[in-house]
């Protein structure tokens, strides 16, 4: 089975500052990893993914992630934040091996992101 | 197409009721999903259509959970003798049937179910 570990359940940063989420993934297989952003009343949105072409990735809104297999780590990275960037943010693995086809995503727990003006 | 719609966006309801949801996914993604996220938790899995087939669903779908999606379009998710526990935000994705583990699925905004 697939999981992900988020270690940290909120992160406050001030704004202009660098932002790190952590996120820790555990597979028997070489997986697929996500980050997606939830904000308030909105639904999920996808940051960016690993699908194994380049371990750095770039996401949307200057986020990026590095896939780091001897830590089994995917954290997530800004070197500046923004006020706009307060959300939900959830490290996300899918199932390589699927049944019928199911890719179906397993969720962190989540990381709150508060920015401090 | 302005991506994934749920119907309604809230609904409030009475332990014992039933209730039903709609998803409507991105026109021509043949795969849908269901999940609930439960307050200060990420989604969980619930079940997953290819077109009108339902192929796979979780332990955590109990035999008061129903979901179809007769023509392989929009999929509908009831859930009868609603109770507390059930309350959270229900979330519906979609994705091209294309696709592989590494291609995104797409949310809709969410159902959130109060039952009270």
């Known amino acids: 089975a697939q999981s992900v570990t988020q270690l940290d359940s909120h992160v406050s940063v001030s704004e202009g500052t660098p932002v790190l989420l952590r996120c820790n993934y555990s597979s028997s297989y070489s997986p697929s990893l996500f980050w997606y952003v939830q904000h308030p009343n909105k639904g999920l949105q996808l940051l960016l993914k690993?699908?194994?072409?380049?371990?750095l990735v770039k996401g949307i809104n200057g986020f990026e992630a590095e896939f780091k297999k001897s830590e089994t780590s995917f954290h997530l990275t800004k070197p500046s934040a923004h006020m706009s960037d307060a959300a939900e943010y959830f490290c996300?693995?899918?199932?390589?091996?699927?049944?019928?086809?199911?890719?179906?995503?397993?969720f962190g727990t989540g990381t709150r992101l508060t920015i401090i003006p | 197409d302005t991506g994934v719609s749920q119907n309604p966006r809230h609904k409030i309801t009475k332990r014992g009721q039933n209730v039903t949801f709609r998803c409507d996914p991105i026109s021509e993604h043949n795969r849908l999903y269901w999940y609930r996220q439960t307050l200060g938790q990420g989604p969980e899995f619930l079940t997953y259509f290819q077109n009108e087939a339902q192929l796979e669903k979780s332990r955590l779908l109990s035999d008061r959970f129903s979901a179809e999606r007769p023509k392989g379009s929009f999929s509908t998710l009831e859930i009868q003798r609603t109770e507390q526990g059930d309350s959270a935000m229900y979330l519906c994705?979609?994705?091209?049937?294309?696709?592989?583990?590494?291609?995104?699925?797409?949310f809709g905004p969410g159902t959130r179910l109060t039952v009270l």
């Open positions: 690993y699908t194994s072409a380049a371990t």
């Open positions: 996300v693995v899918s199932d390589p091996v699927s049944n019928f086809g199911n890719e179906k995503l397993t």
């Open positions: 994705a979609s994705k091209p049937g294309s696709g592989g583990a590494w291609d995104e699925q797409f």
